[in-house]
């Protein structure tokens, strides 16, 4: 069964960069995946994207520019890197795959199937 790991959260100054990382553990192959963000009490937002095979990427306005994110094809993770970080990027973020792949991979958190149990990320002013 797959499982969806990530990792790399924590605390860091305004400014300051940060990696997140996301493994999928129990299968094999490529899959279109995502990183989200949530705020308590707000809805889960949908801040970069990757297709199974790398040729469609997205990102959410609020952090074009400043996050990364692409595929460690060493290691076999999913990275998100994340620059320039502001305090109100501080949220639970998490890792999603979605079982069916598609040519332009999803912002959008209901496309996706498997989910992380989500890493907290903390920007400091």
């Known amino acids: 069964q797959m499982q969806v790991a990530e990792s790399g959260g924590g605390l860091v100054e305004a400014g300051e960069s940060l990696t997140l990382s996301c493994s999928i553990l129990?299968?094999?192959?490529?899959?279109?995946m995502g990183w989200f963000r949530q705020l308590p009490g707000k809805e889960r937002e949908g801040i970069a994207c990757r297709n199974w095979n790398g040729e469609s990427k997205q990102y959410a306005d609020s952090i074009k520019d400043r996050f990364t994110i692409y595929r460690d094809n060493i290691k076999y993770t999913l990275i998100l890197r994340m620059s320039e970080l502001k305090p109100e990027d501080t949220a639970t973020y998490y890792c999603?795959?979605?079982?069916?792949?598609?040519?332009?991979?999803?912002?959008?958190?209901?496309?996706?199937?498997?989910w992380g149990q989500g890493t907290q990320v903390t920007v400091s002013s």
């Open positions: 999603a795959a979605r079982f069916k792949r598609q040519k332009w991979c999803s912002l959008d958190p209901d496309q996706y199937d498997w």
């Open positions: 129990g299968v094999r192959g490529d899959y279109d």
